[in-house]
């Protein structure tokens, strides 16, 4: 019998931790040209290779702020203490309100005017 109850305490726990608003999705740069559906409220993150040290870094470069947010700042985790090392982009937005509409970072050196970027991230956002 205290098993039965240690199991169910367990799954109210495990189900009340999974409803904590983490993101529910997690894009890479494999997901590059897709589209991710959310609820209203919900946030989800892209995640993207980059080396600051060569003074390219992602930005967003177009986004409907109707539609989706950026919540704070990107950040940004180096893959080891090394100098020069690369690392880990991460952006998070919110959906705000329901509708469709693409998110497009550039990857580039942001002082370089009339440069294409190295590289571009598109994903389209559907929100219900």
Same mark, same amino acid.
């Given at each position: 019998?205290?098993?039965?109850t240690?199991?169910?305490?367990?799954?109210?726990l495990l !189900? #009340?931790?999974?409803?904590?608003?983490?993101?529910? #999705?997690?894009?890479?740069?494999a997901?590059?040209g897709? #589209?991710?559906?959310?609820?209203?409220?919900?946030?989800? !993150?892209?995640?993207?290779?980059g080396?600051? !040290?060569?003074?390219?870094?992602?930005?967003v470069?177009?986004?409907?702020?109707?539609?989706? =947010?950026?919540?704070?700042?990107?950040?940004?985790?180096?893959?080891?203490?090394?100098?020069?090392?690369?690392?880990?982009f991460?952006?998070? @937005?919110?959906?705000?309100?329901?509708?469709?509409?693409?998110?497009?970072?550039?990857?580039?050196?942001?002082?370089? =005017?009339?440069?294409?970027?190295?590289?571009? @991230?598109?994903?389209?956002?559907?929100?219900?």
């Open positions: 019998m205290r098993k039965l240690l199991i169910a305490a367990l799954i109210v !189900t #009340a931790l999974a409803a904590c608003g983490g993101p529910v #999705a997690k894009l890479v740069e997901d590059n897709t #589209a991710v559906d959310l609820k209203t409220g919900e946030t989800f !993150t892209i995640s993207l290779e080396n600051p !040290t060569t003074g390219y870094s992602w930005e470069s177009s986004i409907d702020p109707a539609l989706v =947010e950026l919540v704070g700042e990107p950040d940004y985790k180096s893959d080891s203490n090394l100098i020069g090392a690369g690392g880990m991460t952006f998070t @937005f919110k959906a705000v309100a329901a509708g469709s509409a693409p998110i497009t970072l550039v990857y580039h050196k942001p002082w370089e =005017e009339d440069v294409l970027p190295l590289k571009e @991230f598109m994903v389209t956002v559907i929100v219900k």
